[in-house]
């Protein structure tokens, strides 16, 4: 079954327990009033968490049915391929191209590393900005950014500091935000 | 009546903090446009913040600045780079970037801005004189009307937006749940806020639209990285003759008015108007063989399908409060934050602002023909900006514009929780806008049906005897059919950014 399968018939599992999890929650987390409507306010959360639900099982459904006719495709083409040796010794794929498939998935893997450094500076950010306030934590977390992405020139920094204060003051002294 | 309105709106656009602003709109606008990985809905996301402490006139006139901008701006990449810098440019690669390998890059530059402007002002003047109209009728809508109109708009956002349409009804659930944190409107109980202050309120929109457009959309930026252009036009200064004009005007107006009609139906988009228009342009052409080797036709059609989008948007969006794509979306957002509540009560209460807003189209696409002939060549070279360096500011200011409504640190959390959300939904191809559209409809499809209950005595029957209510019951069956038809009639063209304009 194909990586992105996987995932969805995941997501699928995902969601259907997710909707299940809010089922049980309705009664715990929304009291019904003393003064009784047509439909309470437990009505709409339930009735969402039944089409969750039902389009979970879809998702889980339609993925194995597509898994099934890529699975029936798969061992359809194999035989026209066995029978036309030249084309499929032209598709596959040569030596350098493998290696640079190799590198772009080492590409890949560093750059699912930098999002997570950014997501981590993000939330530092939001921690540290109440502590240092508006204009250091932003040029740190900046700063932080800048590094992560592999930014070596000194006028990027100087630039984004720029931009920092160009920030603080049109919310503080237009806008009249109290930033922290 | 409608005479004095429209001349009231000029008379209100006709200022000079008006103008002003809409030009930095466009520059904005036409900037994030041809970046590729930014986009008009993010650009109108980030910078609605900027616009909260503004007279709402202003302040919306820059936001329909940077929607127009950036509706354009994505063709000067797709024209110098062959990156089309939002998705609705995409269809203007095909011969944009082939004219401009042939040496044509003015000319491939300047027909895209003619017919952007042509498009947009083309859509302005059908919403200017639509919309009242559809406003007169929708003010005659009681609660069960509005709980129809909401479930058509919620079934057809959530079945068109995706790919997968399990996906993006599984979103809308999502955007729904959320609608439903914070004190029930009726019974003024609070619902799923274990306990906490902050969510009593609800879950803030401005910041959830922030994380879910902005911040998923820089996570991402940082994880792919910048791809090394490979190909780089040079850019040479030509205009379109008359002549060339007039051998494309019927594509022209014909796209202009595809682009429309799309615009205003909800759960459509800019992508996929510009590639509807330019197959149609192929399919009537004398030469369809001509197409994609640089043929200016080419260029009109998609981008007049695209621009054309752009007033037809706002005719849901300001006569019903249907938001018809994530960029039409965070508009809304904006419109709240000035305390503007779209739908027909706007026309009947805010007459003067949503003039101006609908003139204001008309002046926005003119401004957007005037800078793109002074700056074109500045334009063309806005590729070059390091959106390395971009980034970084760029998350500040989402800090900042969540910060700025309630000055409060939660909200900052809010929104990056939500930019963790959407960046891992839009990795597993979950769209995003369908969360946002229910978190906007989901409260009015509640509150109105429970509305309808408690007038009706608990029958549902009011639902399918009044009219209005039956045809919109009758139209989200049909949309619903539609989409699970639909690959048949519309092919898979645009992929799943379509809808983020």
């Known amino acids: 079954m194909t990586r992105k399968n996987r995932l969805d018939i995941g997501w699928g599992v995902f969601f259907f327990l997710f909707a299940i999890l809010v089922w049980i929650l309705v009664p715990h987390q929304i009291p019904v009033s003393a003064r009784p409507t047509a439909m309470g ?6 009735v969402i968490s039944i089409i969750l639900g039902f389009t979970s099982v879809g998702l889980i459904v339609n993925t194995l049915l597509r898994h099934r006719k890529e699975m029936r495709n798969g061992s359809q083409q194999r035989p026209d391929l066995q029978q036309q040796p030249d084309e499929q010794r032209q598709e596959r794929p040569p030596a350098a191209t493998k290696s640079l498939m190799r590198l772009f998935n080492r590409e890949t893997l560093k750059g699912e590393l930098r999002a997570l450094a950014v997501l981590i500076t993000m939330t530092a950010y939001a921690i540290l900005m109440p502590v240092i306030g508006f204009i250091i934590s932003s040029a740190l977390t900046g700063a932080v950014v800048l590094v992560i992405l592999g ?8 630039i984004l500091f720029a931009s920092v204060y160009l920030i603080y003051y049109i919310f503080r002294f237009h806008l009249y935000v109290q930033l922290p | 009546m409608l005479l004095e309105n429209v001349l009231t709106g000029f008379n209100n656009v006709l200022n000079l903090n008006v103008l002003l602003f809409i030009n930095v709109g466009l ?8 970046l590729p990985g930014l986009t008009a809905t993010m650009g109108v996301a980030l910078f609605m913040s900027l616009t909260f402490g503004m007279d709402p006139i202003v ?3 820059m936001l329909l600045g940077i929607y127009c901008g950036g509706i354009y701006g994505g063709s000067v990449t797709a024209i110098m780079i062959k990156t089309p810098g939002t998705p609705a440019s995409a269809a203007t690669v095909l011969d944009g970037y082939t004219l401009a390998q042939k040496g044509h890059a ?3 530059l300047h027909m895209a801005l003619v017919a952007s402007t042509i498009g947009g002002i083309f859509s302005a003047l059908i919403l200017l004189f639509v919309a009242p109209q559809l406003a007169r009728v929708a003010l005659r809508f009681g609660p069960p009307e509005y709980f129809a109109l909401a479930m058509f708009g919620l079934a057809i956002i959530a079945s068109v937006a ?5 996906k993006g009804i599984m979103m809308g659930c999502l955007g729904m749940y959320i609608s439903t944190i914070g004190l029930d409107e009726i019974g003024g109980m609070p619902r799923l806020t ?16 922030i994380g879910l457009f902005a911040i998923s959309e820089i996570l991402n930026k940082v994880r792919v990285g910048e791809h090394a252009i490979e190909v780089r036009n040079t850019f040479v200064s030509e205009r379109i003759s008359l002549k060339e004009f007039a051998r494309s005007a019927k594509t022209i107006f014909k796209s202009s008015a595809i682009g429309t009609f799309i615009g205003a139906v909800p759960g459509t988009g800019a992508a996929i108007a510009s590639f509807l228009s330019y197959n149609e342009a192929m399919r009537s052409s004398k030469n369809p063989d001509s197409y994609g080797t640089g043929n200016l036709d080419g ?7 695209n621009n054309g989008v752009t007033g037809a948007t706002l005719i849901p969006l300001l006569t019903l409060g249907i938001p018809g794509d994530s960029v039409t979306a965070v508009l809304l957002g904006a419109l709240l934050m000035q305390g503007l509540q779209p739908g027909p009560g706007l026309f009947r209460d805010f007459a003067p602002i949503v003039y101006t807003i609908m003139v204001g189209m008309i002046f926005v696409n003119l401004f957007m023909f005037l800078q793109g002939n002074l700056f074109v060549k500045i334009f063309a070279q806005v590729a070059k900006i390091p959106v390395k360096l971009l980034l970084p500011i760029l998350i500040i200011l989402c800090a900042t514009g969540a910060y700025a409504e309630n000055n409060t640190m939660f909200d900052v959390w809010m929104m990056f929780l939500f930019g963790i959300l959407g960046y891992i939904l839009l990795r597993n191809d979950f769209p995003v806008a369908p969360l946002l559209l229910a978190r906007i409809l989901g409260p009015l499809a509640e509150f109105s049906m429970r509305q309808s209950l408690i007038i009706s005595r608990g029958s549902y029957a009011i639902f399918f005897t009044r009219p209005i209510c039956l045809f919109f019951i009758v139209l989200t069956v049909l949309s619903i059919a539609f989409a699970i038809f639909k690959k048949d009639v519309i092919p898979e063209m645009a992929g799943p950014g379509d809808n983020e304009g």
């Not at chain 1, 306010?41 to 339930?46: A, K, L, M, T």
């Not at chain 2, 995706?162 to 399990?166: D, L, Y």
């Not at chain 2, 969510?199 to 929109?205: D, E, F, M, R, Y």
């Open chain 1, 151 to 158: 930014t070596r020139k000194w006028y990027h920094y100087v």
């Open chain 1, 41 to 46: 306010p437990r009505f709409f959360p339930r």
């Open chain 2, 27 to 34: 520059v904005l606008g036409i900037v994030f446009g041809a």
């Open chain 2, 162 to 166: 995706s790919k997968n349409m399990f």
């Open chain 2, 194 to 209: 274990f306990g906490h202050t902050y969510l009593a309120g609800g879950v803030k929109l401005i910041p959830a639209l």
């Open chain 2, 59 to 61: 302040g919306i006139s």
């Open chain 2, 299 to 305: 260029i009109a059609a998609a981008e007049a399908g």
């Open chain 2, 106 to 108: 003015g000319k491939a």
